[in-house]
């Protein structure tokens, strides 16, 4: 006996909508392997609608003060808090996350990154007015882009759409959304919060495959294309944008070095570096995955790490004991279980490699160690929960290895010595570096990378900026 999957559908306008042609596809909740809805196959129709509404709402929403639009994003904070406990429902059906940690691991953070963009939204900052010029008077104008389409990916599907629709309609901006087309779920009960507070148009969400995703980049109408994605995506977004000087906003793959020196407090470390390593089952572009220890308490180091490991859990959304849970597609799963079948002969399993169970996409938590420097597995980012330990000898060899990727997002330094802190934070070729801690995030900070983890920044007052043109005004003071 089947059961009848929901429906989900595009928000365009002010209202919900199927495909113009009926077209879908079918929603996996990842921690079965079974179906569990349908959204829809979104194409040029679709887009077009969606980029047309938030072009007719885009000037009633640039023009309002900043305390109008402040008001908007704080009722949004307050009704995801309101209905958080849908958020997690849908959250939890698209990815499989433990429920306990998604409520509160992600429902706070979001709430108060909303609140800080509605705080930004009053604070714009631009080069004080006055005569750089005799007789002149000038002054700097921040002002909104226009349209913005974006796409968030499918391991953080609340929290980076989040990311990308706070800021952006803070500055004055409309949106139009891709969620990913495995993970629409919590993006279109986002919708009907969000589409019950601001005006029809301002907020739109289009579901879709990568098709759908470039229809958007490559459509007229938007100033601007955003995205949370792979280096691939990322790259086909900035070629596609530069056909018409679209601006592009990329936050892309990461392979975080983590450096661990011999006056290490080695409990501590491994209980940090396991945590920030398999949360999430290691799906986040910033997770501990790399490890670089020194050579001195190498082997005391990889057997604590892999006792660790051997100690954390994977399973269902309602197990209480579980750090993560599955991976999120099997494709994903097939990736993941491709590099540990890959690996060459002088590396070394010293925990998981293996699939768990036969229902879902689950991952065992896994530690390799023997690795060198040019092995796939170093170069190439997993996105699993999968832990790679390299043995250094001195800080120059621990930078070289450190930064001899080509993913420049985040990284770790733990010591107990402050000058070695302070000279890795400054050799280190990352967008964060942080010091004896991996992972945490606040919204006044920034995040974003260099190299082929993209540019632009989220959060923070450089991520709102992102969303912002500048007008240079200059008048005569004799008119």
Not at 263 to 275: L, R
Not at 356 to 384: C, M, N, R, W
Not at 402 to 414: D, F, H, I, P, T
């Amino acid at each position: 006996m089947s059961t009848e999957l929901r429906r989900l559908r595009n928000y365009i306008d002010g209202e919900f909508r199927d495909a113009a042609d009926g077209r879908t596809t079918e929603v996996v909740n990842p921690a079965t392997g079974e179906a569990y809805a349908t959204a829809p196959l979104s194409r040029e129709a679709d887009v077009d609608a969606a980029m047309a509404a938030a072009e007719a709402a885009f000037p009633a929403w640039r023009d309002l003060v900043p305390a109008e639009r402040q008001k908007a994003l704080l009722k949004i904070a307050d009704a995801f808090e309101e209905r958080a406990e849908e958020l997690i429902a849908a959250e939890v059906e698209n990815t499989g996350k433990p429920i306990g940690l998604t409520r509160s691991e992600e429902i706070p953070p979001m709430v108060d990154q909303i609140r800080f963009f509605a705080g930004a939204a009053r604070m714009l900052e631009g080069r004080g007015a006055g005569e750089y010029m005799e007789g002149l008077t000038s002054f700097v104008r921040r002002e909104p882009i226009g349209v913005c389409a974006q796409v968030a990916p499918w391991n953080y599907p609340m929290m980076m759409a989040v990311w990308k629709f706070a800021p952006a309609l803070a500055a004055g901006n409309t949106v139009v959304l891709k969620p990913s087309d495995t993970t629409p779920a919590s993006t279109a009960l986002m919708a009907d919060i969000i589409g019950s507070i601001v005006p029809k148009g301002v907020f739109n969400v289009v579901c879709g495959d990568r098709d759908t995703g470039r229809l958007m980049v490559e459509h007229e109408t938007p100033a601007m294309a955003s995205i949370t994605g792979s280096v691939r995506a990322g790259m086909s977004v900035a070629e596609s944008a530069s056909k018409d000087l679209k601006r592009v906003h990329l936050e892309l793959g990461g392979k975080a070095p983590v450096v661990v020196f011999e006056d290490t407090d080695i409990p501590k470390a491994v209980e940090g570096i396991s945590e920030a390593g398999y949360f999430n089952a290691g799906q986040d572009c910033t997770a501990a995955t790399r490890v670089l220890v020194h050579e001195s308490i190498h082997d005391e180091f990889v057997s604590a790490l892999a006792k660790a490991a051997s100690e954390i859990k994977t399973g269902q959304p309602d197990d209480e004991d579980v750090l993560y849970g599955p991976l999120n597609n099997p494709n994903q799963l097939k990736q993941v279980s491709g590099f540990i079948e890959r690996l060459p002969a002088h590396a070394k399993v010293e925990a998981g490699g293996h699939r768990v169970g036969d229902k879902g996409y689950f991952y065992a938590p896994t530690v390799v160690s023997g690795l060198k420097q040019d092995d796939e597995i170093i170069q190439q980012e997993v996105f699993g929960p999968v832990i790679t330990v390299q043995s250094f000898r001195d800080e120059d060899q621990a930078v070289e290895w450190a930064n001899g990727v080509e993913y420049a997002l985040a990284s770790s330094v733990w010591t107990k010595d402050h000058g070695r802190a302070m000279r890795m934070s400054k050799k280190l070729d990352f967008g964060c570096v942080w010091i004896n801690t991996h992972i945490p995030l606040v919204a006044e900070m920034p995040h974003g990378g260099f190299k082929k983890s993209g540019y632009g920044k989220d959060l923070s007052g450089y991520g709102f900026e992102d969303y912002t043109r500048i007008k240079h005004v200059m008048t005569s003071l004799d008119a």
